[in-house]
Nanobody, 115 residues
Framework: QVQLVESGGGLVQPGGSLRLSCKAS????????MGWYRQAPGKQRELVAG???????NYADSVKGRFTISRDNAKNTVYLQMNSLKPEDTAVYYC?????????WGQGTQVTVSS
């Protein structure tokens, strides 16, 4: 059974940093492409960052240069380091994996950027 558990969200001031974690069970994160998505109130869920099994990464234009996706194979965990946070980064952040042609999502973690 595939499970993804996000953590690390919270309230942070503009310009601050947070690191989100996505702990996986039932899959090995190093052999699957993983992604971080976010959904703000009233908006569609959007891809923020992705990492492939080979380690290639991609980012939404809105977060390039500020966010970094990485993977710790020993901990079977994917991270999203978020720096220089802006109020528009406020959203629920989810990680996702496609396993056997099915999407698996975590429960999400709230990130609020506000002074």
């Amino acid at each position: 059974q595939v499970q993804l558990v996000e953590s690390g969200g919270g309230l942070v001031q503009p310009g601050g940093s947070l690191r989100l974690s996505c702990k996986a069970s039932g899959i090995i994160v190093s052999i699957y492409a993983m992604g971080w998505y976010r959904q703000a109130p009233g908006k569609q869920r959007e891809l923020v960052a992705g990492i492939t099994s080979s380690g290639s990464v991609n980012y939404a234009d809105s977060v390039k240069g500020r966010f970094t996706i990485s993977r710790d194979n020993a901990k079977n965990t994917v991270y999203l380091q978020m720096n220089s946070l802006k109020p528009e980064d406020t959203a629920v952040y989810y990680c996702k994996v496609i396993f056997r042609a099915r999407d698996y999502w975590g429960q999400g973690t709230q990130v609020t950027v506000s002074s």
